[in-house]
């Protein structure tokens, strides 16, 4: 079972999990790194359910592939690309 990470941002809910990646040209058996997935969730509704592009390469650890893929996905939500509805108390 893969560990989910969650973090509070905002008033929405960033879900991390990070996946062993390799490069399958090369087949060795060993990861080349990680990927983390993230989701976005607030007030009960999915903004966002990705990675990062495939131009980036991945991470050393998953430690690292967590902390930039939080940065990045606090950074889309401060924009104002990502919009939903605000919960009513």
């Given amino acids: ?4 990470l969650l973090e509070k941002w905002n008033g929405c809910t960033i879900g991390l999990m990070t996946v062993p990646v390799r490069q399958l040209e090369v087949g060795e058996s060993g990861s080349d790194g ?12 999915v903004l966002a359910d990705w990675h990062l592009p495939r131009s980036v390469a991945p991470s050393i650890s998953a ?6 893929s939080l940065e990045y996905a ?12 605000e919960a009513k108390d």
């Fill in 74 to 85: 606090i950074r889309v939500l401060g924009s104002g690309m990502l919009t939903y509805k």
């Fill in 34 to 45: 990680y990927l983390a997935i993230v989701r976005i969730d607030c007030n009960g509704e």
């Fill in 1 to 4: 079972m893969l560990d989910v």
């Fill in 63 to 68: 430690a690292q592939a967590q902390r930039e």
